[in-house]
Structure formats: C-alpha cells, structure tokens
C-alpha cells in the first residue's frame, strides 16, 4: 500500500505544535476544551460517556461521591463485551480487529476480524460458565501476549467476571499470591511462549503457582506444542471448539468490577487494585480516540506494552476495541532477530500510532539505531511514550528518528490506578515539549500540593494530586483491604479533609501551565518501566536463608531507567559471587527476572534509626557519591563508613 507522507507537526517559538494537516484530521483541535469541561466535569464526562458508550439502560446519577469512594454513572448498566464487539458487528464484521505477530519468523500473523473475535469470546465465555465461573467470580490470567489473552479478558466480561492478570515473566509465587488473594477458580494459561528465538515455558510456573489453591480448572493454551495431563487440565482449543456460540452478556452494573491488576505499593504485597466497568470503559474509549487521535477507518494501533501490565489492557486491547479500530501486538522481543524487527512490523502492517516506553526507546538508540530505515515508518502519524519520565535527547531521537520530524509525540502520564491516561499533550492541540507530559485530560484536575495538601506556586516542585470530581477510570479501592486503600491514596482526605487523590509522584507545573513529572515520591520504582518495590524485594531476599536482612534502593540505570541495588547482612559467614548469583537466581524464582538486583553488596550492618527504620536514603547518597544528610538520626554512625568501604564504582550498567 502505497501510504502518504504528511508532517503533523511544526515549529513555532521554539515548540513542537499540530500542523494544518494535523488539525484537520484530529477530534478535538480548540484548546477551549479544558475550560469548557471544567466548568462541570460531571455534565462533560456525561456526555462522553452518551455518545461513546452502549447502555443496556441509561444512570440515574452522574457522579456520586462519599470519599474515599467515589462512583460514575450510577444505575447505568452495560457489558463491556458487548461494547467492544457486538456493537461493531453489523458495520464492521469483517474489520480486523487484532493482528497477532507471533515471534518465530515462519509464522505468519493472525487476524482476527470482529465477527471471529467475537465467536471465539463467545465461546470462551460459554467455556467460563461450564466450569461454574459467575458473574463476580475471579478467573486468573498467566498468558504471554497471544490472541488467547484477549479472548479470556473479554470471555471473562462477557458472563461479569473479573479477571486478574499476571505478567508472563512474574514467577510461581508472584502468580500464587495473585490467585489467592482473589480465590480465582479458574486459572488460564499457556505451555509457553517465544522469546528472543527460545521456546519459554511457563507451565511449569503455572503448576506451582496454583497448587494448593483455590483454583478447581486450569485451562492451557497450548503455543509450544505441548501437551496437559491430569484432570484439573484442559486445552484451550478443545473446550473452545466444542462449546457453543450463542452467549448471552450479562448485563453489569456501571459500578461492577471488570477487572483487578495487581500492583507494588510501599509495603511488600501488591494491591489488587479495582477496575469498575462503565467509568473504566467510558475513559478507555476517550482517552484512546483523543489522546492517540485514533480514527476506526485506517490507523492500526500498536502498543508495545505487555497484557501483564495496564497499558496492555487500557490501549493494546479495550481502548482499540471499543473504538471500533485495529490493534496490533507482537508476542516477542524486539531484536529478535535482530533490532530491526519493530520497525518491520510497522512497516508491513501499515501502523500509524504506536505507544511504547522511555526504556525502548533508550535501548534502540544505544544498540539499534542502525536498523532503523526512515522508509520503513511513513505510516506513522501519532507516537506515545509511557511509564517513566522521558528524558531530553530520548524524546528528540523518538520524534526524529521514529517520527521522522512529522509526528507529534504523545507523553501521557497515568498509573495502574488510574485505569486510562490522565496527563497529556492531544495531537490536535498541543504543544509538544520534551520532559513535559502536559495538560489534565479535559474534565480531569491535578494540581501540586506540599505535604499538608496547600497548593504550590507554578514552578515549585510537589506532590501531584488529583481533584474531586475524580476521573471515572480512576480505582474503585483495593481488593478486600480497604485499609490499604485509604492509607495509600487519601492521605490529604484523611489527615486534612481535602479531596485529593495522592499519586505519589512529584511534579510541576511550568511557565506555561504544563505538567511535569518528576518521579515517584515513595519507595516504587521503575525498572525499564516496571514498576516494583523496594520493599517486595527486600521481602523476597530476605526468607533467603543465609540472609539476616537487606535494604534495597534503586541507581539510575541509561537503558531501564533505573535498577534495584540489594545491601545484603548475612546471618553469618561472607558473602561470594557464588552467593550473589544465589541470590539472584533466589529473586527470579520468587518474584521474576524483572525484579533482580543489578548489584549486590555484603555489608556488616545497615545504617538505622534509633526506632530501627533502615536509612535507604543515605544507602542511595552513597550510591551516588554524595556526602549522606541527617547521619544524626543514626543509632550506628560506623555503617555508613562500612558501606562506603564496599561500594566500588556503580555505573548502573
Ligand atoms: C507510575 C505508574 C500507566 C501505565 C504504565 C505505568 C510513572 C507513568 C509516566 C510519564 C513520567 C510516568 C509514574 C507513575 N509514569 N507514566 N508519562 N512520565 N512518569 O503504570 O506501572 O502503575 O506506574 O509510572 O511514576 O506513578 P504503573
């Protein structure tokens, strides 16, 4: 297909700004927008959720709100299947709704069209209730990115379950904390995977992490060839060929749970956080259409983030599919076979929005830059970055080198818990600026507060918080712990009454009213994206048993962003790099290669405060070479000289 190369950007004023030819083409191009849905964002969100969304029967009540909790469209009732598929069938039964690249370079991609899609969900979902799934029930997901994956989620929907995902990479007991804490019967999975040319298993992991669970079925996907034994195990195919087509939705409330993600907090578990159904579908379906400008007759979305993740489920599945468009997702590593792989795909596949992270980004400039062909990216018309922020030179090289100067990059903050992208430039509205994410989502606000909640001048550095009428993707608490849930998010409401929601990231606003986001502000990190923290690790490393106890701060890392670093106090004896290579084999299997430590370091003692905290920050300036503030506070003094007797030179790589 012969595609048509156009500039959607130009230079004014030293900023990056739509051009004509973008504003013609983009949903929404008058600035006025922000004010206008501001002035009653419950009215705004109202109306997006009339004219995107298809009702079984209509709420009685925009917006209700007893903080902490808050709920959207009260009395309105949906299902989200029905919203991504069956509504789509009559116009667009034949429109591709997923292509699947699979890794190996023999197969070829699967396309799946609307009506297929929706046979298959359909299928599934008669598959779910035959094992006694209801609506309410929770069914795991431990699936690379496969079709399958999209199939289970929607299957799930279909009949009102909540599914719970679980990163392919994550390992046994990761998987085993996350079917138990949602005492999920039904456990979905695959016998592996591709990665980089290798076959990976996963039902190894898949097995240990269900036994002695709740879980009664679990159903294989069999992508390697293998086969299941035992009673408790089906395949996939087999069940689905058998079942029957005709599935009736179960009509859901607005505020029934579609899903729950799992995710790192302060503290060492992770917390289901909760995803309702008609807020989460109302800003999934917008914030795709208008952030990524995405228009159902031509773009193919490809959003590189794994289902594992809620990027993967907000923009690589439900934001495409409630638009009624394309998306598109690989199921393998990006240089394989070599780093020239991605951009083959976009060529071949004609995508014109694509959405990865800081961390690819980095590792193309670093190592691929020399597969990248400008010829190969001319369908491209809008590029987003998400996950961490996005440094100077990584977000000129994206516009550059990927965008070939034309395409407007899309910096879009938001979190697992916010169900949908909440800060952003819009394609057609602008400006585009390196480091800076931008405005609200129209009818969202946030604003920069100190820690007693008092709102920061423009410039100041702060805590971003968001305003009441929260957005209504936003979590709906945290699975069976509500104590969590107010601990974490509400801080402002509850020590200062102020209706806040805390995102535990630091921000500012710039001259011109824009956002920029500084980081996290509590003890989660970014690893090439993924967010984790420091204390799930310390966990981890610490039922290790020659461990007495560790603390664990991240360095900045030039590809990941940034990496864990592990101080380790043994319970006796010295440390080895045999013992090193222990521990780090120890992390992966307790929680995933994601999560090992880049470095290692034995040490006699952890510096401490008198009430026994361990001090990470004066481990982190030490790590950075900087002189440790408050040594005060410290009941060992002497640590802090041990330590920097250990520390070599880290360069994060
Ligand atoms: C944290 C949330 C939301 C999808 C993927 C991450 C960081 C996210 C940006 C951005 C700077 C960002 C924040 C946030 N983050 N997007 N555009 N610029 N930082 O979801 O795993 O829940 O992580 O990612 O620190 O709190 P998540």
């Keep these: 297909m012969l595609v048509k190369i156009v500039k959607y950007i130009t230079k004014k004023g030293g900023k990056y700004w739509p051009s004509a030819e973008m504003k013609k083409i983009a949903w929404v191009s008058d600035n006025k927008i922000y004010a206008k849905a501001l002035k009653n964002p419950v009215k705004f969100w109202e109306g997006l959720a ?252 490809w959003c590189t983030a794994d289902v594992g993740w809620v990027t993967g489920h907000t923009y690589a599945f439900y934001g495409p599919l409630l638009n009624g468009g394309t998306s598109l997702i690989y199921e393998g590593s990006p240089d394989f076979p070599d780093f020239s792989r991605w951009w083959k795909i976009i060529k071949e596949n004609n995508v014109s929005v694509f959405y990865t992270a800081p961390t690819a980004i980095r590792m193309f400039m670093k190592s691929g830059e020399k597969f990248i062909k400008s010829k190969d990216l001319e369908s491209l018309r809008v590029l987003g970055t998400v996950g961490e922020p996005i440094d100077n030179d990584a977000w000129n090289w994206y516009l550059e080198k990927i965008g070939g100067g034309r395409c407007p990059i899309i910096d879009t903050w938001w979190q697992t818990e916010t169900g949908g992208t909440l800060i952003t430039a819009l394609p057609g509205i602008g400006p585009f600026v390196p480091t800076v994410a931008g405005m609200s989502f129209p009818g969202v606000q946030h604003i920069i507060v100190d820690d007693k909640g008092v709102e920061k001048k423009k410039g100041e550095l702060g805590f971003l918080v968001q305003k009441s009428p929260f957005a209504p993707g936003m979590l709906h608490g945290v699975y069976k712990n509500h104590k969590k849930y107010v601990e974490t998010y509400w801080r402002f409401w509850k020590k200062f009454k102020k209706p806040y929601y805390d995102s535990s990231d630091g921000a500012f606003v710039n001259r011109d009213g824009l956002i920029r986001i500084t980081g996290r502000t509590d003890d989660v990190m970014k690893v090439a994206g993924h967010r984790m923290s420091t204390a799930e690790l310390e966990d981890a490393i610490n039922v290790h048993k020659k461990v007495n106890e560790c603390a664990v701060v991240p360095i900045p890392h030039k590809i990941k962003g940034e990496v864990p670093v592990a101080f380790v106090v043994l319970k006796s004896g010295e440390g080895s790099e045999e013992l090193i290579a222990g521990l780090k084999k120890h992390v992966d299997n307790k929680l995933g290669p994601t999560a090992r430590p880049a470095v290692v370091y034995f040490v006699k003692d952890l510096p401490k405060t008198r009430s026994g905290k361990i001090m990470r920050r004066i481990l982190k300036s030490l790590l950075a070479k900087e002189e440790p503030k408050g040594l005060m506070t410290l009941v060992n003094p002497d640590s802090v000289e041990a330590v920097k007797g250990v520390i070599g030179d880290v360069k994060g790589e």
């Design 50 to 301: 009339k004219e995107g969304i298809s009702w079984e029967s209509k709420w009685k009540k925009g917006y209700e709100e007893k903080l902490p909790y808050f709920k959207w469209f009260v009395g309105g009732k949906l299902n989200f299947s029905v919203n991504c598929l069956d509504r789509h069938l009559e116009k667009k039964g034949d429109k591709i709704a997923l292509t699947w690249i699979p890794e190996p370079l023999e197969e070829k991609s699967v396309k799946l069209t609307y009506r297929s899609l929706h046979s298959k969900v359909c299928k599934f979902a008669n598959v779910l209730r035959g094992f006694g799934v209801k609506k309410g029930d929770v069914v795991a997901v431990y699936l690379p990115m496969i079709p399958e994956a999209l199939i289970t989620m929607l299957a799930c929907a279909r009949i009102g379950a909540i599914h719970s995902v679980v990163f392919s990479a994550f390992a046994a007991d990761a998987l085993k904390a996350r079917i138990e804490d949602g005492s999920a019967k039904v456990l979905v999975t695959a016998d592996g995977y591709y990665r980089r040319g290798k076959k990976v298993s996963l039902i190894e992991k898949a097995k240990k992490g269900s036994k002695g669970t709740s879980v009664e079925k679990v159903v294989v996907v069999n992508r390697l060839g293998g086969s299941v034994k035992g009673s408790k195990f089906v395949d996939f195919n087999s069940v689905l060929e058998s079942a029957d087509e005709e599935c009736k939705p179960e009509i859901m409330k607005s505020e029934d749970t579609l899903f729950i993600l799992y995710t790192s907090g302060t503290t060492g578990k992770p917390k289901g956080v909760i995803h309702d159904t008609g807020g989460y579908a109302v800003q999934a379906y917008w914030t795709t259409k208008w952030d990524f400008n995405l228009h159902d007759d031509d773009d193919v979305m």
